[in-house]
């Protein structure tokens, strides 16, 4: 599920499980295109300074791909 901002500068995703996770704007690339507006397409997103591991290790994913770009309205 994609990341939705909740304001006061963090990304929230929300569960189907009842647990949503919150990570700051400041961290990963969902982070980057939430304060920069910039979309980001990256192929090797283990090698990109700006990932963040931290779902993807609590998860057991291995990231391969990552595309990202920000919707703004209203």
């Known amino acids: 599920m994609p990341p939705s901002s909740s304001g006061?500068?963090?990304?929230?995703?929300?569960?189907?499980?009842?647990?949503?996770?919150?990570?700051?704007t400041t961290a990963g690339l969902a982070g980057h295109v939430a304060r920069t507006g910039e979309t980001v397409v990256v192929s090797e997103?283990?090698?990109?300074?700006?990932?963040?591991?931290?779902?993807?290790?609590?998860?057991?994913?291995?990231?391969r791909n990552v595309m990202a770009a920000a919707i703004r309205y209203g």
């Open 8 to 24: 006061g500068g963090q990304l929230w995703y929300p569960s189907t499980t009842g647990v949503d996770e919150r990570y700051p």
């Open 45 to 63: 997103p283990g090698k990109d300074p700006r990932f963040n591991r931290e779902r993807e290790l609590a998860k057991g994913w291995t990231t």
